[in-house]
């Protein structure tokens, strides 16, 4: 049985015609030989609702600046609507899918993120427990899952990026793949560069070839493959049939770390 964890935000998560490509994609794969996590951001869905209380984003390398009122709103916006349209497109392909959030069976358990500036209600995972998500999949269920996570407290707004990469690690993915707004890591001609070692990454990131949002991804999936992952797939959004010969592997359209 082949466990794959599938990450997906940015653009494709609000642009429904390519969202429905990529569930009739996805929704292919469960049963059989595949076990699919679905993990999802939804930046701009949460920037538009921001909007609606005046707030503009603000991000520090890649991380969301997240005060309490944000973080009503990103928690709402992700575990809520994002989470339960993903659901909803997929139960339409007759995928049977159930959607859950890192706060749900204890998931993703999360402490405050520490850093050289104070980014609010912004958390680091420091425990994964993966028996909701084994235990769906036990059930022929496909979890889509929402990373806002369990605190001692409160809900802490986690980066999805590293939320998925945490859940490949604990669950021992055979494949981790992310779905980004661009066709992978990109060189200083905006080529998409193949495949990239860790020190290779570092190079690209101190020389500012790679920034923003593509610098915790890169940097927590490397931190995945040196906990036991052994590749990490970084893609844009092509088509139904790319992506899915990209988990089969029988292609690869973007970057990939190892």
């Excluded at 405050?112 to 680091?124: I, P, T």
């Excluded at 369990?150 to 494949?175: C, I, P, R, T, Y």
């Amino acid at each position: 049985m082949k466990k794959v964890v599938v990450k997906i935000g940015g653009s494709l998560a609000i642009d429904e015609d390519k969202l429905f490509e990529f569930v009739s994609a996805l929704s292919r794969l469960p049963g059989g030989d595949f076990r699919i996590a679905l993990v999802h951001g939804g930046g701009k869905d949460i920037n538009e609702n921001l909007a609606l209380l005046s707030e503009k984003p603000q991000f520090i390398d890649g991380l969301r600046v997240t005060t309490a009122s944000i973080m009503n709103m990103v928690e709402m916006t992700l575990s809520g609507h994002v989470n339960k349209k993903l659901v909803r497109m997929l139960m339409q392909k007759k995928c049977p899918a159930i959607g859950i959030s890192g706060v749900d069976g204890g998931l993703f358990h999360a402490k405050k993120h520490e850093g050289a500036v104070d980014l609010g209600f912004v958390g680091d995972i420091d425990a994964v427990n993966p028996k909701i998500v084994e235990d769906l999949w036990n059930a022929d269920w496909t979890p889509v899952v929402s990373p806002i996570s369990l605190g001692d407290s409160f809900s802490w707004n986690v980066n999805a990026d590293v939320a998925a990469s945490e859940l490949a690690v604990a669950l021992k993915a055979d494949q981790f793949v992310l779905v980004s707004d661009v066709p992978g890591v990109m060189d200083r001609e905006k080529q998409v560069i193949p495949e990239l070692s860790e020190a290779k990454t570092e190079e690209l990131i101190q020389a500012g070839v790679i920034t923003g949002g593509m610098i915790p991804k890169v940097r927590s999936s490397l931190n995945s493959i040196k906990r036991g992952l052994k590749a990490i797939h970084i893609v844009g959004w092509k088509d139904e049939e790319h992506f899915y010969k990209q988990i089969l592997g029988e292609v690869n359209y973007g970057t990939i770390l190892n």
